[in-house]
């Protein structure tokens, strides 16, 4: 299977930066995407930013400018730099991958880690 640990959350002054770091492993086959969703308390987990191995991203309309997504692909890492951050931004992070194992190499889907808490308060 595939393992996803994150590390990075924490409290943070409005204004403030956090950087969170994801690492998969475990038995890996290939990773097409990784990314970072959010989840708010009552709220929809939602998609914060994502990087495909090419290294295209897509953001979030509300944290483009300030979210910077980059990605390892030797390491199977992807980090997410949050600058300039607001209280709305407090949520659960969830680090994500879209690939498979080889276990089952055609079967592809998401693997989740197990979320860092992200606050943001003064």
């Known amino acids: 299977q595939v393992q996803l640990v994150e590390s990075g959350g924490g409290l943070v002054q409005p204004g403030g930066s956090l950087r969170l770091s994801c690492a998969a492993s475990g038995s890996i086959f290939s990773i097409k995407s990784m990314g970072w969703y959010r989840q708010a308390p009552g709220k929809e987990r939602e998609l914060v930013a994502a990087?495909?191995?090419?290294?295209?991203?897509n953001y979030a309309d509300s944290v483009k400018g300030r979210f910077t997504i980059s990605r390892d692909n030797g390491k199977n890492t992807v980090s997410l730099q949050m600058n300039s951050l607001k209280p709305e931004d407090t949520a659960v992070y969830y680090c994500n991958a879209f690939g498979s194992s080889w276990y089952a190499p055609i079967y592809e889907h998401d693997y989740w880690g197990q979320g860092t808490q992200v606050t943001v308060s003064s």
């Open positions: 990087i495909a191995s090419g290294g295209s991203t």
